[in-house]
């Protein structure tokens, strides 16, 4: 049972504290009980038929099977209607090119759970770096036993397909390693009282060497710890030749962090503000500023990029280079190195696009030509270090109409762009998107903010507020909301047809790309933080807004779905503004904010939304927490709650209690808790398929008929 005690005397009361014991018989009880419950309201042959049609897209053998080079092969792991479970497999540039490929499989997991009786599900896999011009042979397998965060290790053999016999062996823990050489681990793991901080990860990485057991690994000095009120820290080892070094992080929060590297034994700190996004490349240093930096009489905005060579920084110089400034429409998403080039990958008013900066030539930027408005393209090297390929890059272009479609070009010495990325895979539509069309439109929020949200929906569109529309948002933890081709949400929503005011319509898809996200950079993520929490809210509710004034959808016509924060902005749409919508899909969710930092993972977001037992946190964090904002009498919009048991981030226990106390309320919920497959709810492609076509045939239904 979880700690019940308030932290201070005018903590509201929980009558639900019972269903906080995860596993308890009880309250296992009542999750069969509700399981039940929503399967007889749910389950008919029409709902089958359509779970059925979106297992058949996850299932699909026409998927790209996305790849990631390793030597000289390029590895994937996949999961069918065969292989629920999933194979580790690899296959030859060659092979993967022809379309083709013949794949060795390396591990299958379905056989390794009816070998072992287990419920294996795959959590992926740390390869040690052989010597330049050598083949990789090892590697560090991550199992799942429930699809949580916590998992066991155990090394493989690359050249055999089989595990190390009496070889590295880590049990379930939210373990974090890297290796070192191969027979030795830096290792962070549960070892025992102080080996984990109060938000579950591990606070100090110890030095495991071939043959030495978890008790002999726990009996030794830390070689770098944390404070316990730190959300984790650890060691990496980069063994990039030349530049081999071992790089400590003190993960104080979410946002900030401290790295340290290892100089003449002794740990030097990178001395730069904590709220810094710290990047080491070869001789490089790159720092992104989250907040407004000053240093060496020069201010840098957030946001920016900026580079300086590591020894001439360790020495005391401070004259970075700033290497890319985003405009107020823009942002920096991430970066990757070729051999040669610097890839960014950014956001223009929420559309991608990409420069390549060659450090050889001052910094020069160009942009690379391949990307579409109103779709996200995604740009990185395929092997940096490779002699024959090190410039070769990917390009991974997608859109809400338009399937995922993966290139693969060269960048050059001679202007950095080269020769046209090739074709090399398209994925196929799964349903007929000829008659739909995407629109970017701006809502303004209570504050004056423009906020713009994307709209996917029949180009012949009635404006009279009769369209069934979902309204999707997350707004957290600078997460970005970007077009993404969904051949599951085309089939459950947008080409799906009812009659309603006596006209056959499809349904409308929209996504809001509110602040607490990362659209518009780290500006547009603080702006939401903690006591001003509300403007995420606020934001999301002016969209809604903004689809009725448009004549797209009335409140009755529209519903809107979020997972884990995304559960809580959904969570505070039901209680702050049930006259907004007319149904509401609510995935592992957070929602009792008082409680929230005692339940799993929830002390790692006290950054995000604030410390709950500081009473003048409380104050704030209360008026966001949906638990505690539900009220008698009020007219409260559908809502479906789901969750998974073997959630050990967020946890299944804030949804159990929001849905017992609207039970309680007399306020109509349906529930259902998966019982694996972790912060996800799903640990294959079947129950993936269950919980995305259950979650919108409910809104589906309550939008349409309102039932």
Not at 310 to 318: K, M, Q
Request: charged share 20%; aromatic share 12%; net charge negative.
């Amino acid at each position: 049972m979880t700690d019940t005690a308030p932290a201070f005397a005018d903590a509201p009361a929980d009558e639900n504290l019972w269903l906080e014991d995860i596993h308890g018989n009880d309250a296992m009880a009542w999750v069969r009980e509700h399981n039940a419950r929503t399967d007889a309201a749910l389950v008919n042959p029409a709902y089958t038929a359509l779970e059925a049609s979106v297992l058949q897209v996850l299932d699909s053998r026409d998927r790209i099977p996305m790849v990631a080079k390793r030597g000289d092969w390029y590895y994937n792991f996949w999961r069918d209607e065969a292989n629920p479970r999933g194979l580790w497999r690899r296959t030859t540039w060659e092979d993967y090119f022809c379309g083709t490929p013949v794949w060795q499989v390396l591990l299958d997991v379905d056989a390794l759970c009816r070998d072992e009786g287990a419920d294996w599900l795959w959590a992926g896999a740390v390869f040690l770096r052989p010597a330049p011009g050598a083949e990789y042979t090892l590697a560090m397998v991550a199992l799942s036993p429930d699809g949580g965060d916590a998992v066991a290790y155990r090394e493989f053999d690359l050249a055999t397909f089989t595990f190390v016999a009496g070889g590295f062996e880590l049990p379930t823990a939210k373990t974090r390693l890297s290796w070192l050489d191969a027979h030795t681990l830096y290792v962070g793991t549960d070892t025992g009282a102080g080996s984990m901080t109060g938000s579950s990860y591990p606070a100090a990485a110890r030095v495991l060497r071939r043959g030495e057991t978890l008790e002999e690994l726990a009996a030794k000095e830390p070689l770098f710890s944390v404070p316990l009120d730190h959300l984790s820290g650890g060691v990496s080892h980069s063994s990039t030749p030349g530049y081999e070094r071992d790089v400590a992080y003190d993960v104080v929060d979410f946002f900030n962090s401290r790295s340290y590297l290892r100089v003449g034994g002794e740990w030097v700190h990178i001395a730069v503000p904590d709220d810094m996004n710290v990047s080491l490349h070869r001789q490089w240093l790159l720092l992104r500023p989250r907040t407004e930096w000053t240093v060496a009489g020069a201010v840098y905005a957030a946001g920016t990029l900026l580079a300086i060579e590591l020894d001439a920084f360790l020495a005391g110089s401070r004259e970075v280079r700033t290497i890319f400034a985003p405009s107020p429409s823009q942002s920096l998403q991430t970066w990757s190195w070729s051999k040669d080039f610097l890839l960014l990958n950014l956001l223009e008013d929420v559309s991608s696009t990409i420069l390549v900066l060659d450090p050889a030539r001052n910094w020069a930027a160009q942009e690379l030509d391949a990307c579409p408005p109103l779709h996200s393209v995604d740009a990185y090297a395929v092997d940096e270090e490779d002699p024959e390929v090190g410039n070769d890059y990917w390009l991974v272009a997608t859109g809400f109409l338009t399937p995922t479609t993966v290139y693969r070009g060269t960048l050059s010495l001679h202007g950095g762009n080269g020769e046209p990325a090739a074709l090399v895979r398209e994925a196929p539509s799964f349903f007929n998107d000829s008659g739909y069309a995407v629109e970017q439109h701006f809502a303004t929020s209570l504050d004056g903010t423009r906020v713009p949200y994307f709209q996917v929906g029949p180009k012949d569109l009635v404006h009279d507020g009769g369209n069934p529309t979902l309204l999707s948002g997350y707004g957290g933890f600078e997460v970005s909301r970007t077009p993404a081709y969904s051949g599951s949400v085309g089939r459950t929503w947008l080409e799906r047809r009812s009659m309603v005011d006596g006209l056959e319509r499809g349904g409308v898809y929209v996504v809001a790309n509110i602040r607490g996200g990362g659209e518009y950079g780290p500006g547009w993520h603080t702006a939401a933080l903690r006591e001003n929490r509300h403007r995420a809210y606020e934001d999301f509710a002016a969209v809604a807004r903004d689809i009725a004034a448009r004549g797209v959808a009335s409140p009755s016509r529209l519903g809107c779905v979020g997972g884990s924060n995304g559960g809580l902005l959904v969570g505070n749409m039901l209680t702050l503004y049930p006259e907004l919508f007319g149904a509401i899909s609510c995935g592992v969710p957070l929602l009792d904010m008082r409680r929230y930092t005692k339940l799993s993972a929830g002390a790692s977001w006290i950054a995000e939304y604030g410390d709950p037992d500081v009473p003048e946190q409380w104050e704030f964090i209360k008026t966001f927490s949906p638990y505690h904002q539900l009220r008698a009498g009020v007219k409260y919009p559908a809502a479906f709650i789901w969750t998974a048991t073997s959630d050990d981030r967020v946890g299944p226990v804030q949804a159990r209690k929001m849905a017992a106390r609207m039970e309680s309320m007399g306020i109509p919920v349906w529930f259902h808790e998966a019982l694996e497959g972790g912060h996800a709810g799903a640990g294959n492609n079947a129950q993936a398929a269950r919980l995305h076509t259950a979650s919108h045939e409910f809104l589906w239904r309550v939008l349409t008929t309102g039932v």
